[in-house]
């Protein structure tokens, strides 16, 4: 059987435009022998919501790819994205953090988003079955800015799934988290819930000894590998003897399978690797990211209500933090400022990959503002809305998340991340007061002295 995958031309006006693309016309991925440009399909009319898998040993450019395709999910305003990353306390995922609507970080963070992703599976069949009931609607959820997918990317799935023996705590929360993506898995194509799962040795211990959460993974990149067991663990029913990725010796060089017995497509992956430019892009598409539409937010429920908006920045009350977080100011690259630093940065990225990787398509600069992260005068209606939310808070103060809803009412609507870039400068500017409340934190209108210092 011949893969279903397409080349669609790129649309280079809506590539880079915060919010202009949208998941039903794919993303894109890279380029294929031909040198024709490939999307790719996580979601489709045929099937709803898909759910991925890629793997790659180290030094395969797996990190490098899953930032294309999670930039090219960061481009679609019809895309929520959840990600967990525990192998790692999250520094793999850290640079697209303004992006994310939700990112766990521990193995607990993870059970309760998959939980509150279970949670949202059924409350949207529950609508879809209420409107075929009536006659109306659709089997599936289309994707639209104001009912987006929602797509959970895992990034290490062994770190998640794969807990057998240790602290039986850890053993029972990785039973928890491969039972639920399991159920996301079997019931969320047509919810508009989907997963892509990235593991570096994949195997049936890696997704925690359970097949049918195997079977249920397609597309599957496959690149670079060790073992030629572990290519035919990502490629499902193919000849190893003609399609052998441990041969691969260049970074970004994969097979896509676009299903259980398809042919897979060789295809080399977009450079997207450098942290200044996926720190830029990554706040140049948070401007302009959709919030999950009001039956999802209730069902998600209070772990979602108090995720934190910024997982690296721990209230005091959480636990002590791993190694991996004391050294992450150490080791993560500073992002240079300025438009013309990024230009040299995006010449750096594409000298450093030489002439035979395939090229982003040109990243028009001007489409993104002088210094994403600073307050400027777009930001006015929101500053007043914000201040507007605030000036009734009372003495509890609001949550990010409050605060967000606040402003929607007021305006009609709000971005998550523009409010919460807009609440940081506030409180760095001493025109708002955080104070950290368990897990999360709380805003208050104005702040002393004293209590800034809190």
Sequence with gaps: MKTTTTARALDRLTLWTPGERRITDGIPFGERADRSPMMLDLWTREHGARHALMGGASGSGKTNTLNVITCGLSACGDTVIWAIEVAKAGQGQAAWLPCFDWLATRLDEAVAMLDAAVAIIEARSRVLAAAA?????????????????????????????????????????SAQATERARQISQTGRSAGVHLVVVTQRPTVASLGDDGDFRSQLHPNLCLRMNRRADVGFVLQGVDLDTVDTTLFNVPGLLYVQDGPDVDPLPVRSYALFQPPIVNRLAHAFATARPTLEAVAIDAAGEAYAERPADPFQAPTTRPVPRQADRDRDDTTTKPRRGRAAAGQALDAARA???????????????DLAADSTQIGADDAPVIDAITAVLADAGPNGLTATEITAGVKKRRGSAHRGSVHRVLRTLVDGGQARRVAVGKGYRYHPHTTPESNAA
Excluded: H, M, N, W
């Design 133 to 173: 009931a009536r006659g109306k609607g659709d089997d599936k959820v289309v994707p639209t800015p104001d009912l987006p997918l929602l797509t959970i990317i895992i990034d290490e799935g062994s770190a998640l799934f794969g807990i057998k023996t240790g602290d039986p705590d850890r053993v029972e929360l």
């Design 352 to 366: 450093a990959a030489g002439a035979d990787l395939a090229d982003l398509p040109a990243v028009p600069l001007a």
